[in-house]
């Protein structure tokens, strides 16, 4: 179920930190297998979530290593409400499954008259069931689900004296848009695809699910994309980043310290390392990264891709700064 052609082009890997690109298979039948978006491993499980849809889909390692085999589905929201899953990460037990937050504007259709299609670009939808970050628990040994809750970011969003004026633009036209997320310190560290602001500033939140009010806002500088995802390391965190809208453009793998890239005196910031480019020659658009393995020299990723044909995952190693 991978497309060949993810590996057809030297560009889909950098020579110099990022190696061993390979496709993985799956196997069963995965839905919505041009929109994945939320990728999370844990253990010998690897959890898919889609843009469109309203389900999780589980899957577990085979005994050869390589093939991931679907094991059950789960349902976050209504079988007809679109959740759009924008990252996974696992911690403490617990599954975090974020949705964008974003709005969306109605797309324009050839076959439609032009009074129509005016007012299409007028209609902006603001769908509820994406503004959830849903707590799911799981164990890891047996992959079984447990309780699930959620809550809404959207007030939080809406009421931040930077983020409020980007809150009801559409999220592919530097609106608010989350894209990732990943579990560090017992808090979570939300990503935002947009809003890129003045200076190349990406916002990241830092929040405790428990207490969603005493969040925290830090910034990272990605040569002005946004963030598609984000994995903790025992040293830092790699960011997948990539156009904020949907241009064509590179997608890239950064290492960042995690501290605040706001500059100032007596302030010494460290610039996010860019590792290498993950584009690849038939234009699919990387949108999540989970880790599977980590030593002091590497990490081994494996990236989801959408694509227009069928689900595309590749793994890859990359090697991490100071080797």
Same mark, same amino acid.
């Given at each position: 179920?991978?497309?060949?052609?993810?590996?057809?082009?030297?560009?889909?890997?950098?020579?110099?930190?990022?190696?061993?690109?390979?496709?993985?298979?799956?196997?069963?039948?995965?839905?919505?297998?041009?929109?994945?978006?939320?990728?999370?491993?844990?253990?010998?499980?690897?959890?898919?979530?889609?843009?469109?849809?309203?389900?999780?889909?589980?899957?577990?390692?085979?005994?050869?290593?390589?093939?991931?085999?679907?094991?059950?589905?789960?349902?976050?929201?209504?079988?007809?409400?679109?959740? =759009? &899953?924008?990252?996974? /990460? #696992?911690?403490?037990?617990? %599954?975090? *499954?974020?949705?964008?937050?974003?709005?969306? +504007?109605?797309?324009?259709?050839?076959?439609?008259?032009?009074?129509?299609?005016?007012?299409?670009?007028?209609?902006?939808?603001?769908?509820?069931?994406?503004?959830?970050?849903?707590?799911?628990?799981?164990?890891?040994?047996?992959?079984?689900?447990?309780?699930?809750?959620?809550?809404?970011?959207?007030?939080?969003?809406?009421?931040?004296?930077?983020?409020?004026?980007?809150?009801?633009?559409?999220?592919?036209?530097?609106?608010? =848009? &989350?894209?990732?997320? /990943? #579990?560090?310190?017992?808090? %979570?560290? *939300?990503?935002?695809?947009?809003?890129?602001? +003045?200076?190349?500033?990406?916002?990241?939140?830092?929040?405790?699910?428990?207490?969603?009010?005493?969040?925290?806002?830090?910034?990272?500088?990605?040569?002005?994309?946004?963030?598609?995802?984000?994995?903790?390391?025992?040293?830092?965190?790699?960011?997948?980043?990539?156009?904020?809208?949907?241009?064509?453009?590179?997608?890239?793998?950064?290492?960042?310290?995690?501290?605040?890239?706001?500059?100032?005196?007596?302030?010494?910031?460290?610039?996010?390392?860019?590792?290498?480019?993950?584009?690849?020659?038939?234009?699919?658009?990387?949108?999540?990264?989970?880790?599977?393995?980590?030593?002091?020299?590497?990490?081994?990723?494996?990236?989801?891709?959408?694509?227009?044909?069928?689900?595309?995952?590749?793994?890859?190693?990359?090697?991490?700064?100071?080797?």
């Amino acid at each position: 179920m991978t497309d060949s052609s993810l590996l057809e082009d030297s560009t889909v890997q950098s020579p110099e930190r990022i190696r061993k690109v390979r496709p993985v298979a799956l196997t069963g039948v995965v839905d919505a297998g041009t929109d994945l978006s939320g990728i999370a491993v844990v253990d010998d499980f690897l959890v898919l979530g889609a843009d469109a849809g309203h389900q999780l889909q589980i899957l577990r390692r085979d005994a050869d290593r390589r093939t991931w085999s679907l094991q059950q589905k789960v349902a976050v929201a209504e079988q007809d409400q679109n959740a =759009d &899953i924008a990252a996974i /990460t #696992f911690g403490r037990g617990e %599954l975090y *499954i974020v949705c964008s937050h974003s709005k969306k +504007r109605r797309p324009m259709q050839p076959d439609l008259s032009v009074r129509k299609n005016r007012q299409r670009l007028y209609d902006v939808d603001a769908d509820p069931s994406r503004n959830r970050l849903y707590r799911l628990a799981f164990d890891p040994k047996t992959g079984k689900t447990g309780k699930l809750a959620h809550i809404d970011l959207s007030k939080r969003l809406r009421k931040d004296p930077l983020l409020k004026p980007f809150f009801g633009i559409p999220g592919k036209e530097n609106g608010v =848009d &989350i894209k990732g997320m /990943t #579990f560090a310190n017992r808090r %979570l560290l *939300i990503g935002f695809r947009g809003p890129v602001l +003045r200076g190349n500033h990406v916002p990241v939140m830092d929040i405790d699910y428990e207490n969603p009010k005493g969040y925290q806002l830090a910034f990272v500088r990605l040569e002005g994309q946004g963030i598609r995802d984000i994995v903790t390391l025992k040293h830092g965190f790699l960011i997948l980043s990539g156009p904020m809208n949907d241009v064509p453009g590179s997608y890239r793998l950064w290492w960042w310290d995690g501290a605040d890239q706001i500059p100032g005196k007596g302030r010494n910031v460290e610039a996010a390392v860019m590792l290498g480019v993950v584009s690849t020659p038939g234009g699919a658009r990387a949108e999540g990264m989970a880790l599977l393995k980590q030593t002091d020299a590497y990490a081994d990723l494996v990236l989801v891709y959408e694509t227009n044909t069928a689900a595309q995952l590749v793994s890859m190693r990359v090697v991490l700064p100071g080797d």
